[in-house]
């Protein structure tokens, strides 16, 4: 190999802080430590390296507690010292610090990165970490009872063999461990999860520009009822579609694919990274739209990776499971491929997928150069508007002495929006107050 990598490591000379460098390659894949050959890959050979032999195996064991494989090689008549070290299958720690090898780097894990290092370390995910104190008394019984019904649907759970109760449930989807429930559960089913795990939401919003949000909605709840609500309110409020009608028909042709959305959707909240305190975000603009959750992606993969045919490795497996169960997700890394061919089927474009601490995936609008929901909305308002101020005309012709509450339950709008049509008349000069409030009338001025 003629340079440094994820498995390799060269040193000029040996130095025991190059300890934290084996213990980094034990926390990962495993690596190889050459001591003499600088970081050109120039060979330049080591001192007195009988002794190096002797005392390197001898350091490692005494600082790390591990056992390591060190030999000499001579290359052009120098001598080397090849110091191979196994993955180990539990945590590694120097003097109390757990480095890890991340590329042709070392870093030392922190926070939240070392904590799921240390459950990935025990064969734990973060979701299937125990949550003391939380019952299911704090559950949404409609959660459990939808749930079922669409697991049952989906014929994924046998109709036959229905759990006697919610804890039999959480016990058959095995969200339940030593008698605890699982972060999982709280996620899944809690009437309001965001009491015990920090950004566990949905935030979407409509971008006038990349820099201007027009309006925005935080989608809460569990995730059972935040995978329906944000795929109603999205094509109700934030979509544009197209309005046809066949015969009496009318039907709404949107500006991107419901299954691509409802599968990106699905796996974002799947896949999150709900220890980040990051919500799921969905951006709504004129051209275009994009889904990005926080996460991680598997070790030595790449975007390439997903958006080709792969194994499925969900980040959270007890989520996944549940998702799966009710018919919302695949559970043979399929997701991806079917959203790309599902979008290109529909407008002949394809999502772009980007990767910046969390996956990131933009589709491209059917109907870019068509008026935006902003321009839509703020021209139905104006005729709305039009429409009430002749309504009002007409009604206070038949009815001079008319009110502003009879205005409003005549023509089905507020008495406050019957004033502000009526104050706009007047400053028009379409419609003046002859007399007092009480006791007067309303003039029509013609034009």
Not at 203 to 228: C, M, S, W
Not at 328 to 350: D, P, Q, Y
Not at 394 to 405: D, G, V
């Amino acid at each position: 190999m003629n340079h440094e990598s994820q498995i390799e490591e060269w040193k000029e000379s040996w130095k025991d802080e190059y300890i934290k460098w084996i213990c980094g390659f034990a926390n990962a894949s495993g690596g190889v430590l050459i001591i003499g050959k600088n970081d050109e890959g120039q060979i330049s050979g080591v001192h007195n390296p009988e002794k190096l032999l002797e005392d390197i195996p001898n350091k490692i064991r005494d600082i790390l507690g591990i056992i390591v494989e060190v030999n000499l090689e001579i290359i052009k008549d120098k001598p080397l010292i090849i110091i191979k070290v196994p993955s180990y299958p539990y945590p590694v720690n120097y003097k109390g610090e757990y480095h890890y090898r991340s590329g042709s780097t070392k870093q030392i894990l922190k926070g939240q990165a070392l904590n799921a290092f240390l459950l990935k370390s025990y064969g734990k995910h973060w979701d299937g970490v125990e949550v003391p104190g939380i019952t299911v008394s704090e559950f949404d019984e409609r959660s459990f009872h939808s749930f079922l019904k669409k697991a049952v649907k989906s014929q994924r759970i046998d109709s036959d063999h229905l759990p006697v109760d919610y804890t039999d449930l959480l016990d058959k989807l095995h969200l339940m461990e030593n008698g605890f429930i699982k972060r999982a559960a709280v996620l899944l089913f809690a009437v309001e999860p965001q009491n015990y795990i920090t950004g566990a939401f949905i935030k979407i919003a409509y971008f006038d520009t990349p820099a201007e949000i027009i309006f925005q909605d935080v989608i809460e709840g569990n995730l059972l009822n935040q995978a329906d609500r944000v795929f109603d309110l999205l094509f109700s409020k934030y979509l544009k579609a197209r309005i046809s009608y066949e015969g009496n028909q009318r039907v709404e042709e949107f500006d991107y694919d419901r299954y691509a959305l409802r599968e990106v959707i699905h796996n974002a909240i799947v896949h999150k990274d709900y220890s980040s305190g990051i919500p799921i975000q969905i951006g709504v603009l004129k051209d275009r739209l994009f889904v990005y959750n926080a996460g991680h992606l598997p070790q030595n993969w790449t975007i390439e990776t997903i958006t080709s045919q792969h194994r499925s490795i969900p980040y959270n497996p007890d989520i996944a499971n549940a998702f799966f169960k009710a018919g919302l997700v695949e559970s043979w890394g399929r997701g991806i491929e079917k959203i790309i061919s599902s979008t290109k089927s529909f407008n002949n474009t394809l999502p772009v997928f980007t990767w910046d601490n969390g996956l990131n995936v933009e589709f491209k609008s059917q109907y870019p150069d068509t008026v935006s929901i902003i321009e839509s909305s703020e021209k139905s308002s104006e005729k709305s508007s039009e429409k009430s101020s002749e309504k009002i005309v007409e009604l206070i012709r038949k009815n001079r002495e008319i009110s502003a509450l009879t205005i409003a339950e005549n023509i089905g709008i507020t008495q406050r929006a019957v004033e502000k049509q009526i104050s706009k008349l007047k400053d028009e000069g379409k419609l003046r107050r002859v007399g007092p409030a009480k006791g007067g009338y309303w003039e029509i001025v013609e034009s």
